[in-house]
C-alpha cells in the first residue's frame, strides 16, 4: 500500500478556551497572530529614530488592527470565555449593566426608532466604561484591548459575532 504524507493547512487550528482575561491577554501577545500583525502595522513606515519598541507596541495595540487580531485570536485559537469569578465586583457591576443593555437592544421589535437611538447610546457609553475599567483593573493593558474584550464577553454570551466584532465601531451601523 501507497501512503501519502499529508499535510494540515496552515489555517486549520484547534480552538481552546480560557476564563482567565489575564492568561487570554498574555497568549494573545505572545501569538505569532500578534507579531505578524505588529510586524504588518509598521511596515513600510517611516519611524523617528528615538521611538522605542514599548511605543511602538502601544501604538499598535491602540489600532483596529491590533483589535481585529484579538477577535480572530478568540476566534480561530483560544476562546475567552466569561466566568464572573475571574473580574473585580466593581468590573462586574459595569460589566453586567452592559450586558444587560446590549440584551435590551437585541430585543430591537419592541422599541421605537428614537428608543432604540437612546439604548445604542446608553450601550455605547457603558461600553466605553468597561473599557475604561478593564484597563483600570488591569484586566485590560489599554482601553481598545478593554473593547474587544467586552465584545469578546458578548461573544460568548451568544450576544454578538465574531463578524460583527471584527468592524471597527466607527464604521459599524446599529
Known amino acids: 500500500m501507497n501512503e ?21 491577554i498574555s497568549k494573545f501577545r505572545e501569538s505569532a497572530d500578534y507579531k505578524l500583525s505588529f510586524n504588518n502595522f509598521f511596515l513600510g513606515k517611516q519611524l523617528a529614530a528615538d521611538v522605542t ?17 484579538m477577535v480572530n485570536f478568540s476566534e480561530q485559537r ?13 468590573t462586574i457591576e459595569v460589566l453586567t449593566a452592559y450586558i444587560d443593555t446590549v440584551q435590551k437592544m437585541n430585543q430591537r421589535s419592541e422599541f421605537s426608532p428614537d428608543e432604540l437611538q437612546e439604548i445604542d447610546r446608553k450601550r455605547s457609553i457603558q461600553h466605553s466604561k468597561v ?34 466584532a ?3 465601531g466607527k464604521s459599524r451601523i446599529h
Open 53 to 69: 519598541l514599548e511605543e511602538m507596541h502601544e501604538s499598535f495595540e491602540a489600532s483596529e488592527l491590533a483589535g481585529v487580531t
Open 78 to 90: 483560544l476562546q475567552l470565555v466569561y466566568y464572573p469569578e475571574f473580574y473585580p465586583t466593581s
Open 4 to 24: 501519502q504524507a499529508r499535510t494540515i493547512p496552515e489555517n486549520i487550528h484547534e480552538v481552546t478556551s480560557t476564563t482567565d482575561p489575564y492568561i487570554f
Open 131 to 164: 473599557a475604561r475599567n478593564f484597563a483600570v483593573e488591569g484586566i485590560a493593558p489599554n482601553i481598545n484591548f478593554g473593547k474587544i474584550l467586552a465584545r469578546l464577553i458578548l461573544i460568548d454570551l451568544k450576544l454578538d459575532t465574531f463578524e460583527s
Open 166 to 168: 471584527r468592524v471597527s
